[in-house]
């Protein structure tokens, strides 16, 4: 069965400084990767996503993700932190599983704080 | 305007009272799901459906339930609510196949004293 695993339940940067938030995933066939955002009080919106071909993939709002297959990685990046991006985020899996509905496996998510 | 719409968006109620939380997709999607989203747990899927009348467990299905009569509405039922049902709820629908993105609701939250 797949996994993710997110590095840090809370990260803190300063406004315009580097964000990186890190996500591992654990899967026997090559994965469908995806990057969620969620604002306060909203549900959840696609960042980005990763299916197949290239494995640097840019989203929304500045925001892009690399999928490095021999680290089993995908972590999420943005050059230049603004405070719209305080959120939390949430890394996910999905499987094409035969015989039953793929899903997607969702991270514990990462609280992005944003600070002056 | 695509989107999921899910009612109540807020709820307090008791121990062992029925509660009906609704969803509604007006994508055309075969797939919808629920999902809860508790602190330090992210989102874990209740059930989900991949079409009318064809619903399956996720990874914590006990104490609700689901009914997929028509495409576009998948209601999630609360026969007995209990304390441990405190949640955010989360209803999210998609394509069939694909890349699978899902679409969610804006949540609802339910306290169940």
């Known amino acids: 069965a797949q996994s993710v695993t997110q590095l840090g339940s809370h990260v803190s940067v300063s406004e315009g400084a580097l964000v990186l938030l890190r996500c591992n995933y654990s899967s026997s066939v090559p994965p469908y990767l995806f990057w969620y955002v969620q604002y306060p009080n909203q549900g959840l919106q696609l960042l980005l996503k990763y299916t197949t071909g290239a494995t640097l993939v840019k989203g929304i709002n500045g925001f892009e993700a690399e999928f490095k297959k021999s680290e089993t990685s995908f972590h999420l990046t943005k050059p230049s932190a603004h405070m719209s991006d305080a959120a939390e985020y949430f890394c996910a899996v999905r499987v094409e599983n035969t015989g039953t509905a793929s899903k997607l496996t969702f991270g514990t998510g990462t609280r992005l704080q944003v600070t002056l | 305007e695509a989107q999921v719409t899910q009612n109540p968006r807020y709820l307090i109620t008791v121990t062992g009272k029925k509660l009906t939380v609704t969803c509604s997709q007006n994508m055309n999607h075969e797939y919808m799901s629920w999902y809860r989203q508790d602190p330090g747990l992210g989102l874990r899927q209740i059930y989900y459906?991949?079409?009318?009348?064809?619903?399956d467990k996720g990874d914590v299905p006990e104490g609700y339930k689901v009914s997929r009569k028509e495409k576009r509405n998948f209601p999630l039922i609360l026969e007995s609510p209990s304390p441990n049902q405190t949640s955010l709820y989360f209803c999210a629908s998609s394509l069939m196949g694909g890349t699978g993105e899902l679409f969610f609701g804006e949540g609802s939250r339910l306290t169940v004293l």
């Open positions: 459906s991949m079409n009318v009348e064809v619903t």
